[in-house]
Nanobody, 125 residues
Framework: VQLQAFGGGLVQTGDSLRLSCTASEGTLGRATVGWFRQDPGKEREFVAADFRRGSSIFYADSVKGRFTISRDNAKNTVYLQMNSLKPEDTAVYYC???????????????????WGHGTQVTVSS
């Protein structure tokens, strides 16, 4: 599975962005898809995950109520809608996928086999 994340940009506090994660090879249909982010000098952190095509969805506490993960299976794409953006949301955002990931592992980047290149999100104050 070849993943690509895009949709980042420079926005102001309170603005919205929608990130997309597409699979150029393979399908995301049965995979668990997660979003992670990394700010320079910090560890990569979990943002959100759609476990096995929507059977369960999880968010980091820092984004709960502001971010929404969703899928368009016809387009083989997973989205991360980000509303009410804050400067602390500034990071490179990555999507990841895995077909065999177990529920208890969704928070851990090491559990995902496939990663896309990141997309930069910068939120100015």
């Amino acid at each position: 599975v070849q993943l690509q994340a895009f949709g980042g940009g420079l926005v102001q506090t309170g603005d919205s962005l929608r990130l997309s994660c597409t699979a150029s090879e393979g399908t995301l249909g049965r995979a668990t898809v997660g979003w992670f982010r990394q700010d320079p000098g910090k560890e990569r952190e979990f943002v959100a995950a759609d476990f096995r095509r929507g059977s369960s969805i999880f968010y980091a506490d820092s984004v709960k109520g502001r971010f929404t993960i969703s899928r368009d299976n016809a387009k083989n794409t997973v989205y991360l809608q980000m509303n009410s953006l804050k400067p602390e949301d500034t990071a490179v955002y990555y999507c990841a996928a895995d077909e065999n990931l177990i529920l208890s592992s969704i928070w851990y980047e090491g559990a995902y086999d496939y990663w896309g290149h990141g997309t930069q999100v910068t939120v100015s104050s």
